[in-house]
């Protein structure tokens, strides 16, 4: 095997985090070079790694223009011939939506890169801090991972960063693929790779990412919520809707001026499988929301659809709403 070398970028979080005075965690606190030193590394013979502190902060705290940094620094390193994987080390929180927002910024065709992190501290009993670690090193140092996009490893499993969201606020095995599943999976040394993702081509990135809100759709819910993003300025709105993609009626009139106002609006379904679909006509269901002109998102979270869109409004994109539109219809969905 060629000797491969693997980049660690540290972002902070659990998995960076060191006791505080009080008892409590404090995030971020420890250095990368600090935690690498405590991860059982494949043979220096084999895999070469090198780390560097990007960030070190609670994921909580990271901004859209870290999300920029981020994306940046990991296009030069994925375009430096000697460089076969990057591992991104990030606090859970928020995970799911950097590796999202990397998959759909980056090419990444010559190198791979995984996202990890940790339930635990590295301080406390059980921790799964350094085994998520080495198990992302292994595998971004896996010539098959090349050119699969973003991925995640935790506990030994891979997903896909399209599909993988965190299922528990505090359990080891906390992150999970509904409806897609684990690509592969982790044992030692060994990667094994069940399936492969289905990726969408890389988004163009401007260089600021403008507002875009999400509404929560529940039940009699106001549509004013819909009012004061109008009013506070945001250019794009994802509705998280009820079950098949729907809102409260009183919600179309509203969703409608925001349109009309320039906002660019999406609908996703709240529920954790199955997409949004037009299955009835009522006030305030997907059909007749798509009729005043808001855009189907029919698999992506509303988390991770915010950030698509954001990407989207940096920069102007091809054929407009109509090209938005088209990219987020997953290539087997079409007809």
């Given amino acids: 095997m060629t000797k491969r070398r693997v980049i660690v970028l540290t972002t902070g979080g659990t998995i960076a985090s060191m006791p505080g005075g009080s008892g409590l965690n404090i995030s971020g606190a420890m250095s990368g070079e600090s935690l ?15 780390v560097e502190s990007v960030l070190q902060k609670p994921s909580n705290a990271i901004s859209l223009d870290d999300l920029v940094t981020l994306s940046r620094r990991c296009e030069t390193l994925a375009k430096d011939p000697a460089i076969k994987g990057i591992v991104v080390t990030h606090g859970t929180d928020t995970l799911e939506e950097t590796a999202h927002f990397l998959d759909v910024t980056l090419a990444l065709n010559d190198c791979a890169l995984v996202v990890t992190g940790s339930q635990r501290a590295p301080h406390e009993e059980g921790t799964d801090a350094f ?10 140092a896996d010539g098959r991972l090349t050119g699969l996009g973003a991925t995640v490893v935790f506990i030994e499993c891979i997903y896909a960063a399209r599909q993988v969201r965190k299922l528990n606020t505090y359990r080891l095995n906390g992150f999970g693929a509904p409806g897609g599943g684990q690509l592969g999976y982790v044992d030692g040394p060994r990667v094994h790779l069940a399936q492969l993702p289905l990726r ?27 009012e004061a993003s109008i009013a506070g300025g945001a250019r794009g709105l994802v509705i998280d ?3 098949r993609g729907h809102v409260p009626p009183g919600w179309l009139e509203s969703v409608e001026h925001a349109i009309e106002a320039g906002i660019t609006v999406l609908v996703v379904s709240s529920c954790q499988q199955g997409p949004v679909n037009f299955s009835y006509e009522f006030p305030g269901s997907l059909a007749s929301l798509v009729s005043v002109g808001a855009i189907v998102v029919p698999d992506q979270s509303a988390r991770k659809a915010r950030l698509s869109l954001a990407v989207m409004l940096s920069t102007p994109f091809p054929d407009g709403k ?7 219809q997953h ?3 079409r007809p």
């Fill in 200 to 226: 969408m081509p890389p988004l163009p990135l401007g260089e600021r990412l403008p507002r875009v809100d999400i509404l929560p759709a529940y039940l009699d819910a106001s549509p004013a919520l819909v």
């Fill in 131 to 140: 085994r998520n670690l080495a198990d992302a090193i292994i595998v971004a």
């Fill in 322 to 328: 109509v090209g938005m539109a088209s990219w987020f």
């Fill in 241 to 243: 809707g009820l079950g």
């Fill in 36 to 50: 690498l030193e405590r991860v059982a590394l494949p043979p220096p013979s084999l895999v070469e790694v090198e």
């Fill in 331 to 333: 290539p087997l969905s």
